[in-house]
């Protein structure tokens, strides 16, 4: 069977088993912001109209001065990209037949892109179960690599890693010239995370990559941006595509990075809604790892194939994200997103009916 290689877009999932996608269903592989979009996109959505007329800023200099400010970097250090998918891409080019350790599982397209770019890859898996980052393990490794790439809070397990091992490792990897490629994608879920964007200035081999579509829920609309220093910006910048990002998305990125008070709102909501229905899941005798953001993995351990869980789940319209093709999963869990009560309510009535049937 050919697996989807991402989540969401369910009609392809439903395809390649060969089954109908439900008139209703509920996308538990999306992980963006359950609420979707800040209200303010919608109501000002026709004042932005005009934007579409003209090419868009290619220096995107409102949006990364606005940025600048808020993350306490200089502008020079920011590169705005259609996405974080994008800047995977153009890491992966600067990246060119170098070798690159990715530690795994994680978001699928490092390794994608990096192929594309003749990369040669290698591996660092994390212990399945609690898939904590083992610096001294990761460091032994190093004499072989020119880049790390490592994801945290990670997809898809949810876990931060800590951060006086990402130190360890930026400290070394700097002495080595390694490059080391963080993705923050999902940072701002989680109300205590510390970035390592203060330690920009300091290690000149360091990426930050940062995704808006998650948070602010616009993945449609595609924005996410690239911290580094402004050396390592310029190069990412020589392989972007002139007008990369769009008109459209430069006025919401600006507007969205100002909603404090919702993303304290989704913080505090994700906190509580995840630790309701893990207290469900747990009920019912599921295994979940220790998310601290808006997705979280999960697997019955009374059966060693969590396929006939997923099918059971997908007849029933609830759509979790397969792991087939995460390194060190192979399928051997279920990636659910933290979605609406309502939601986890049908999740947990479905698998309440599975756990008395299994
Ligand atoms: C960890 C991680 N990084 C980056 C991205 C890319 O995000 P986008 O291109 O939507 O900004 C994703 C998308 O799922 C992700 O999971």
């Not at 590169?79 to 599982?105: H, S, W």
């Not at 993945?219 to 580094?228: D, E, K, M, P, W």
């Amino acid at each position: 069977m050919q697996w989807p290689t991402h989540g969401s877009n369910p009609q392809y999932l439903y395809e390649s088993f060969n089954m109908s996608l439900p008139k209703k269903y509920i996308d538990f592989s999306v992980n963006t912001n359950p609420f979707g979009p800040p209200k303010i996109i919608g109501e000002r959505w026709h004042e932005w109209i005009d934007a579409i007329n003209d090419y868009p800023d290619p220096k995107t200099i409102s949006l990364k001065q606005k940025l600048a400010n808020k993350d306490g970097v200089a502008e020079e250090s920011i590169l705005v990209g259609n996405g974080g998918a994008e800047l995977i891409t153009l890491i992966a080019r600067m990246l060119q037949e170098k070798r690159v350790l990715i530690v795994q599982p994680a978001f699928s397209e490092y390794e994608a892109a990096c192929r594309a770019s003749r990369c040669h890859i290698f591996y660092h898996l994390l212990q399945e179960g609690d898939w904590e980052l083992d610096v001294d393990v990761l460091l032994s490794k190093l004499a072989h690599v020119d880049a790390i790439f490592l994801c945290t809070p990670n997809n898809p397990t949810g876990v931060t890693y800590s951060k006086a091992a990402l130190l360890k490792l930026l400290q070394l990897c700097n002495e080595k010239n390694v490059h080391v490629i963080v993705d923050e994608a999902f940072y701002d879920f989680y109300a205590e995370y510390s970035s390592l964007v203060t330690y920009i200035t300091k290690f000149p081999n360091l990426i930050i990559i940062r995704s808006l579509t998650k948070m602010y829920a616009i993945a449609g609309i595609r924005l996410g941006y690239v911290i580094s220093q402004p050396k390592t910006i310029q190069k990412l910048a020589a392989f972007q595509p002139h007008w990369s990002v769009n008109a459209l998305a430069l006025k919401i990125g600006e507007v969205s990075i100002e909603q404090s008070a919702y993303v304290k709102k989704t913080q505090n909501y994700i906190m509580n809604e995840r630790e309701r229905i893990f207290r469900t899941l747990k009920e019912l005798q599921f295994i979940v790892s220790t998310s601290k953001v808006n997705f979280y993995l999960m697997k019955d351990p009374h059966t060693h194939d969590q396929l006939p869980l997923f099918r059971f789940l997908l007849k029933k319209g609830i759509i979790p994200r397969h792991t087939a093709n995460f390194p060190g999963i192979e399928g051997r869990w279920l990636r659910l997103a933290v979605k609406q009560a309502e939601d986890h309510n049908q999740l947990a009535e479905a698998l309440t009916e599975w756990r008395k049937q299994s």
